[in-house]
């Protein structure tokens, strides 16, 4: 499952760069979360980061992109393919 950034993001700043797919960007009003490279830290660390750090907790896990442990490191694999 992807994570997402609600409305209640206060644009800190601090979620970006923890992020280790690059995922996280400024979007039109606040930060956003690209889908395609989340993979909730799966392959990195043991929690995702941006939650970790976010001052409001306004960066929950998106109920619209449903996705399993598996399916998420085959997607931190595909990423890191990419990479090299």
Same mark, same amino acid.
């Given at each position: ?5 609600? +409305? /209640? #993001?206060?644009? #800190? +700043? @601090?979620? /970006?760069? =923890?992020?280790?797919?690059? !995922?996280?960007?400024?979007? /039109?009003?606040?930060?956003?979360? +690209?889908?395609? *490279? ?7 660390? %043991?929690?995702?980061?941006?939650? =970790?750090? #976010? ?5 929950? &896990? %998106?109920?619209? &992109? @449903?996705?399993?442990? %598996?399916?998420?490191?085959? *997607?931190? !694999?595909?990423?890191?393919?990419? *990479? *090299?």
């Amino acid at each position: 499952m992807s994570l997402m950034i609600t +409305d /209640e #993001c206060i644009n #800190c +700043d @601090v979620c /970006e760069p =923890e992020c280790p797919n690059n !995922a996280i960007s400024q979007g /039109e009003e606040i930060y956003q979360i +690209d889908p395609d *490279k989340c993979t909730e830290c799966v392959g990195h660390f %043991d929690t995702p980061q941006c939650q =970790e750090v #976010c001052p409001v907790d306004c960066i929950p &896990r %998106d109920p619209d &992109r @449903v996705e399993s442990e %598996d399916q998420l490191m085959a *997607k931190y !694999a595909i990423l890191m393919a990419a *990479k *090299k």
